[in-house]
């Protein structure tokens, strides 16, 4: 009975990750700031995204840009630290 409950939380956990949708994480030095751009229904249309959103940043004198695709929830789509506008 137990391997069955393992069996369900495993396969329950993989199909809500399979549900997660993908965003496009930015992360920049110069304003300290973290941007989500998304929701994409898959990684490949998140990554022909994803140059759009880096132009804009490094257009606004963004500095220090990582740029990261992945499956996540954000609760705020963007957050910079403390006396960051």
């Not at 069996?7 to 930015?26: D, H, L, N, R």
């Not at 022909?48 to 963004?62: M, N, R």
Request: aromatic residues 10%.
């Amino acid at each position: 009975m137990k391997l069955l409950n393992v069996f369900k939380e495993i396969t329950s956990g993989f199909m809500q990750a399979m549900s997660t949708p993908w965003w496009v994480e930015i992360k920049t030095a110069e304003p300290n700031c973290t941007y989500y751009f998304g929701p994409f229904d898959d990684p490949a249309e998140a990554k022909s995204a994803h140059s759009g959103y880096v132009e804009d940043l490094t257009g606004e004198g963004a500095q220090g840009i990582n740029v990261e695709i992945k499956r996540c929830k954000p609760v705020e789509l963007t957050s910079c630290a403390s006396g960051v506008e």
